[in-house]
């Protein structure tokens, strides 16, 4: 994963270097850019064309949802994962709904980051633990369901479960 491209966007710095060194330390991939707001997350996306976009939804100036449809419009090939508070099904569905692939509660980040940008960069959907009970009632294309035992489930684009993380 030495050749994968990531930018953090967070507005919180010392979460943004707790991402830098999960990435480069447990995954060797190469952090080529920060952002603090949704503004420049678009503008970087595009300059930068990461294959990673870690993405927050919590930003000045433009929410992280609203980046993400953005940054679709005009980098369709970097994968995005959002990692958020936020942990309502409702924000996560439709932060999905914009083309992102993967959701991580930031409480949860210690345990799943690891394992929500593998999945995401082999092309799988992550959603976090945490809202797997609420994915269970999901409606739509990228409907995520609990699979018994399973803490957090990452998809393949068929909607078949690829893999999971305890």
Partial sequence: MASVRVLVVDDY???RRFVRSTMEQKLGVQVVGEAYDG???VQK????RPDLIVLDLSLPKLNGIEAARQIRKRSSESKILI???ESSADIAH???STGVQGYVVKAYAGSELSTAVEAVLHGRQFISSRLLPFAQNAQGPDCLDDQEGA????RGKVGDTLARAT
């Fill in 45 to 48: 996306s595009e300059e930068l």
């Fill in 151 to 154: 803490t957090s489930v990452a």
């Fill in 94 to 96: 439709e932060a999905f």
């Fill in 13 to 15: 710095e010392p979460f």
């Fill in 39 to 41: 503004l420049e997350a």
């Fill in 83 to 85: 990692v958020s508070q």
